[in-house]
């Protein structure tokens, strides 16, 4: 579904949208990271929430920390005259994750072989059990 800029989404069509829960986009609302549009108890999502929500979204699935996230996005919202500032801060909080990620994957790797020589060492322990019980 496409939506345009001055279109309003309900929480259920943000949760179809975005495949997030209705107790993930009040979550989020708490957390004072959305700030949908209220009618009675109805909320309506408008453009800069749905980006926001991506942003959220795309954080989260990169590691970032909801703080992080709020930060990011706090950013974006303070002044649109410090483009060069915001957007070094994105990139030194990126290219920090990344180290982050990139140890991690080594620690996995490592962590991965160790087990497989454990593996490899149980199977010629069991095959030699099975060959002199025979």
Do not use: H
């Amino acid at each position: 579904m496409a939506c345009g800029k001055d279109d309003l989404l309900t929480i259920r069509q943000m949760c179809g949208q975005y495949e997030v829960t209705p107790r993930t986009l009040r979550f989020y609302e708490a957390q004072e990271l959305l700030a949908p549009v209220r009618r009675g108890t109805a909320r309506f999502y408008t453009y800069r929430d749905r980006a926001r929500l991506k942003l959220i979204l795309r954080g989260k699935r990169f590691g970032f920390s909801l703080e992080d996230i709020r930060q990011l996005l706090e950013m974006y919202d303070r002044d649109t005259g410090q483009q060069e500032a915001q957007l070094s801060r994105t990139y030194a909080m990126a290219k920090e994750r990344l180290a982050q990620m990139e140890r991690q994957r080594a620690d996995l790797d490592d962590a991965i072989a160790e087990l497989k020589d454990e593996m490899a060492w149980g199977a010629n322990a069991l095959a030699a059990m099975r060959n002199a019980a025979v």
